[in-house]
């Protein structure tokens, strides 16, 4: 079982940038994939970035391709999203998930989520 917990949120001026950190508790935190999620009011959770178990590889969505990077750092068992250049519409409850089995943008090859961090973005 993995607990994980995001950090970093807050409020930011459109064009400003935050990091948001999900730390996880567990010896087994590098057997898994990692990704974000969002979740804005009124709106469906939808996938913003992932990463392979040993980091190699990533994947973004559309909407934050330039704007985003994502890494982890396994001896922290931690995973991190840079954001930059933000955006009103990047506004949204931000998500950890791990995934045992596979590296990918949809939510339900997660097995584990966090609680979410709030991104609020203001004009």
């Known amino acids: 079982q993995v607990q994980l917990v995001e950090s970093g949120g807050g409020l930011v001026q459109a064009g400003g940038s935050l990091r948001l950190s999900c730390a996880a508790s567990?010896?087994?935190?590098?057997?898994?994939?990692m990704g974000w999620f969002r979740q804005a009011p009124g709106k469906e959770r939808e996938f913003v970035a992932a990463i392979t178990t040993t980091g190699t590889m990533t994947n973004y969505a559309d909407s934050v391709k330039g704007r985003a990077a994502i890494s982890r750092d396994n001896a922290k068992n931690t995973v991190y999203l840079q954001r930059n250049s933000l955006e009103r519409e990047d506004t949204a409850v931000y998500y950890c998930a791990a995934s045992q089995h596979t590296f990918g943008n949809y939510p339900g090859v997660y097995d584990y989520w966090g609680q979410g961090t709030q991104v609020t973005v203001s004009s």
């Open positions: 567990g010896r087994t935190f590098s057997r898994y994939a």
